[in-house]
T-cell receptor, first 116, second 114 residues
Framework: AQSVTQLGSHVSVSEGALVLLRCNYS??????LFWYVQYPNQGLQLLLK??????LVKGINGFEAEFKKSETSFHLTKPSAHMSDAAEYFC??????????????FGRGTQLTVWP | DAGVIQSPRHEVTEMGQEVTLRCKPI?????LFWYRQTMMRGLELLIY????????DSGMPEDRFSAKMPNASFSTLKIQPSEPRDSAVYFC????????????FGQGTRLTVV
């Protein structure tokens, strides 16, 4: 089974600063990769996904993520944080084949706080 | 499409009572997932269906939990009897097949068992 590790359960940045949220996966075969965002009292929304096209993926709200096979990583970045980015962010993977095709494996989440 | 629809949004019940959570997935989606979210355990997959058939229910915590998907447009998660430790937010999500498509989440049901 896949495992997803998000380093840092809480990240705090100042408004305008770089946002970096880390995600590593365990599979030796690169899976499909996703970042979701959850605002308070809401469900999860897709930010971006990697499905084997360009390794640098751009998503909504100015976020992007880079797939690095050698590092088994898919870190999420945003050049300049905004107060509205404060939320919880989840990294997820989905296997490309096998009996668990279609299943998403989620990390524990990273709570992003943005200070004015 | 209105997205994944869950009902109720909030449920408060007494310990020992039966609770039924409902989900309507996005039309045409092959997969349906039930998740539970708590502060302690984060987001846990309880069970998922493919074409209305349960594929993996290993995340269902106990026999008190059961899930059904009688047709492609409806699923239920039932807890009987409910206990205070079942208090959580329960999410339903659906997706198309093939794995490279994202799951769409409902707004969740906040369950409180007193």
């Amino acid at each position: 089974a896949q495992s997803v590790t998000q380093l840092g359960s809480h990240v705090s940045v100042s408004e305008g600063a770089l946002v970096l949220l880390r995600c590593n996966y365990s599979s030796s075969v690169p899976p499909y990769l996703f970042w979701y965002v959850q605002y308070p009292n809401q469900g999860l929304q897709l930010l971006l996904k990697y499905t084997s096209a360009a390794t640098l993926v751009k998503g909504i709200n100015g976020f992007e993520a880079e797939f690095k096979k050698s590092e088994t990583s898919f870190h999420l970045t945003k050049p300049s944080a905004h107060m509205s980015d404060a939320a919880e962010y989840f990294c997820a993977v989905s296997e490309r084949r096998g009996s668990t095709l279609g299943r998403l494996y989620f990390g524990r989440g990273t709570q992003l706080t943005v200070w004015p | 499409d209105a997205g994944v629809i869950q009902s109720p949004r909030h449920e408060v019940t007494e310990m020992g009572q039966e609770v039924t959570l409902r989900c309507k997935p996005i039309s045409g989606h092959d997969y349906l997932f039930w998740y539970r979210q708590t502060m302690m355990r984060g987001l846990e997959l309880l069970i998922y269906f493919n074409n209305n058939v349960p594929i993996d229910d290993s995340g269902m915590p106990e026999d008190r939990f059961s899930a059904k998907m009688p047709n492609a447009s409806f699923s239920t998660l039932k807890i009987q009897p409910s206990e205070p430790r079942d208090s959580a937010v329960y999410f339903c999500a659906s997706s198309l097949s093939a794995g490279n498509t994202e799951a769409f989440f409902g707004q969740g049901t906040r369950l409180t068992v007193v």
